[in-house]
T-cell receptor, first 114, second 115 residues
Framework: AQSVTQPDIHITVSEGASLELRCNYS??????LFWYVQSPGQGLQLLLK??????LVQGIKGFEAEFKRSQSSFNLRKPSVHWSDAAEYFC????????????FGTGTRLKVLA | DADVTQTPRNRITKTGKRIMLECSQT?????MYWYRQDPGLGLRLIYY???????NKGEISDGYSVSRQAQAKFSLSLESAIPNQTALYFC??????????????FGPGTRLTVL
C-alpha cells in the first residue's frame, strides 16, 4: 500500500540554523512529490513540488528539496531558518496512476528559537 | 478574493445533528477534494470528485456524504454528527493541465466541534 512517512513529529531549531525535514514514501512508481506548509490557523500552502527532471527542486521562502529514488526520500531543506518558518510541514505523494489521489504524511511541527 | 472558500469557518454542533460544510472555488478546476485533519494523523481523504458526475469515496468516507452541485461547488454533509467527527476539515482543488498541474489548492479550513 502507498504511504508517506515523516519520522519527526516535532523539530526545534535556532533561528539562523539549517533545517532538514525528512520524508519517505512507499509507492510502486515514481510519484509526484509535494511539500506543504501550514501556519497556525491557516490552510496549506505549496512550498515546492517534484514531477520529473532535476532531482533538486527549489521552492518558495528559500526552501529546497531533493528527490532520491534509491532511498524513496524527498527531504526538505533550508540553509538558514527564520522565526517566521515556525509552522507544520506536510509531505505528500500524488498517485499518478488511475485515481490521482494524494497521500499526506502526518506532519512535522517546526519550532524556531530566537 | 480567495480562490477556494469554505463556509462556515467554525461550527459547534451537538451529537445527532445534520451539518453541511460548503466549498466554493473560482479556479475553474474540475477536481475537488474533502479532507479532515486530526492532530498526529495528517490529512485524510474523505471524498473526491473529478467532475460533477464523478464522485468517489476516500479512505474515511463512513459517516459522510457529498454533493457536487456544480463545477465550482462541493459540499460535505454529516448526516448525524458524532463527537469523533470533531476535526479541521479542508476542501482542495486541482487541475489536469497547465503550470499548476496536479498541485492541490486548499481552502482555509472549517473547524468543526461536535459536542
Amino acid at each position: 500500500a502507498q504511504s508517506v512517512t515523516q519520522p519527526d513529529i516535532h523539530i526545534t531549531v535556532s533561528e539562523g540554523a539549517s533545517l532538514e525535514l525528512r520524508c519517505n514514501y512507499s509507492y510502486g512508481a515514481t510519484p509526484y512529490l509535494f511539500w506543504y506548509v501550514q501556519s497556525p490557523g491557516q490552510g496549506l500552502q505549496l512550498l515546492l513540488k517534484y514531477f520529473s527532471g532535476d532531482t533538486l527542486v527549489q521552492g518558495i521562502k528559500g526552501f529546497e528539496a531533493e528527490f532520491k529514488r534509491s532511498q524513496s526520500s524527498f527531504n526538505l531543506r533550508k540553509p538558514s531558518v527564520h522565526w517566521s518558518d515556525a509552522a507544520e510541514y506536510f509531505c505528500a505523494v500524488g498517485l499518478i496512476s488511475g485515481t490521482y489521489k494524494y497521500i499526506f504524511g502526518t506532519g512535522t511541527r517546526l519550532k524556531v528559537l530566537a | 478574493d480567495a480562490d477556494v472558500t469554505q463556509t462556515p469557518r467554525n461550527r459547534i454542533t451537538k451529537t445527532g445533528k445534520r451539518i453541511m460544510l460548503e466549498c466554493s472555488q473560482t479556479k475553474g478546476h474540475d477536481r475537488m477534494y474533502w479532507y479532515r485533519q486530526d492532530p498526529g494523523l495528517g490529512l485524510r481523504l474523505i471524498y473526491y470528485s473529478f467532475d460533477v458526475k464523478d464522485i468517489n469515496k476516500g479512505e474515511i468516507s463512513d459517516g459522510y456524504s457529498v454533493s457536487r452541485q456544480a463545477q465550482a461547488k462541493f459540499s460535505l454533509s454529516l448526516e448525524s454528527a458524532i463527537p469523533n467527527q470533531t476535526a479541521l476539515y479542508f476542501c482542495a482543488t486541482s487541475d489536469l493541465a497547465g503550470p499548476t498541474y496536479n498541485e492541490q489548492f486548499f481552502g482555509p479550513g472549517t473547524r468543526l466541534t461536535v459536542l
